[in-house]
């Protein structure tokens, strides 16, 4: 009896193991390929190129770091741009899109569907956009820079975000749900389109 309890401890240890480390990836403008496999992209010196790249390597609670320079893309976020970005999993575990130490990066969206940061999925929860200024690269339209409109979401993180003035039309951020953190926001570049949506934040 004793060696069959023994057996058990060492089967149910193997059956549970300790939870894997999230992953972080990084994006360069300079020096980084897309051609770049995300394994490879997991160091510092061999990054993706664009933060949609980089956004395709990522999994639940990962770490996206991006370098200095200006990113000109099209929108990101959820499924419908092809580029979604995947839940996290508590507050503590955050699916993360930030700069890489301290870096200076501007996303500066081509709307080629709606805003730059399109969130609006449901169960798309646990998501953090820090440290990074949002520009708009196109004539300004009623679109905002960030969305997550779906009733029941619940825990994004925003933090760190700039706005200049005279780049977007409709609000700076859209929101629903709830236990959500805005914190150091500067939004003075909102709502300036025939009056349409003038709100920093629209809740």
Do not use: W
């Not at 480390?21 to 403008?29: K, L």
């Not at 970005?85 to 503590?92: D, E, H, Y």
Request: proline content about 2%; charged content about 10%.
């Amino acid at each position: 009896m004793k060696r069959l309890a023994v057996s058990l401890s060492l089967v149910c240890a193997c059956a549970f193991p300790s939870n894997v480390r999230a992953v972080t990836y990084y994006v360069a403008a300079t020096g980084g390929s897309d051609a770049n496999s995300c394994a490879v992209a997991q160091t510092v010196g061999t990054p993706k190129a664009t933060i949609r790249a980089g956004i395709l390597c990522l999994a639940a609670t990962d770490r996206l770091e991006i370098r200095t320079g200006t990113y000109t893309e099209g929108g990101f976020g959820n499924t419908a741009s092809g580029y979604p970005i995947p839940a996290g999993t508590s507050t503590s575990t955050r699916t993360v899109i930030t700069n890489y130490n301290g870096e200076s990066v501007t996303y500066n969206t081509i709307f080629d569907a709606t805003e730059g940061i399109n969130l609006a999925d449901s169960g798309r929860n646990y998501i953090e956009i820090s440290n990074m200024t949002l520009t708009h690269n196109a004539a300004m339209d009623a679109h905002g820079a960030i969305f997550f409109g779906v009733a029941g979401q619940t825990g994004i993180k925003l933090s760190g975000l700039t706005v200049p003035t005279g780049e977007f039309g409709g609000s700076c951020i859209a929101a629903d749900g709830s236990n959500h953190i805005f914190a150091d926001l500067t939004l003075t570049g909102c709502g300036t389109v025939g009056g349409q949506q003038e709100h920093g934040i629209y809740f």
